[in-house]
């Protein structure tokens, strides 16, 4: 079956930079969009960065100039630099794929396990 698995995740302080990894393994014939999305306890999940099979990315408004959102095609591999963290961005992050299975109809959301981002003042 098809899973995304993320990597990178971790403590950091306040200024400080991370790199997040998640790569998509399984009967895929094409991926279309992924993107990065994050939710703290209580609160509802939200987008962080998008990026189109072209490599057009999209940045919420929160991260934008820190952030930013790369992928591998080749590798089926999504990645999301991030810089200048802030306590605020303290939270789980969630990759996420549009995938189209080898030999079946339609476009189907997958989602990794999520990884912990904890950024210290």
């Known amino acids: 079956q098809v899973q995304l698995v993320e990597s990178g995740g971790g403590l950091v302080q306040a200024g400080g930079s991370l790199r997040l990894s998640c790569e998509a393994s399984g009967p895929i014939s094409s991926i279309n969009t992924m993107g990065w999305y994050r939710q703290a306890p209580r609160n509802q999940r939200e987008l962080v960065a998008t990026?189109?099979?072209?490599?057009?990315?999209t940045y919420a408004d929160s991260v934008k100039g820190r952030f930013t959102i790369s992928r591998d095609n080749a590798k089926n591999t999504v990645y999301l630099q991030m810089n200048s963290l802030k306590p605020e961005d303290t939270t789980v992050y969630y990759c996420?794929?549009?995938?189209?299975?080898?030999?079946?109809?339609?476009?189907?959301?997958?989602w990794g396990q999520g990884t912990q981002v904890t950024v210290s003042s």
């Open positions: 990026i189109s099979s072209g490599g057009m990315g």
């Open positions: 996420n794929a549009v995938i189209m299975i080898a030999g079946v109809m339609g476009k189907y959301d997958y």
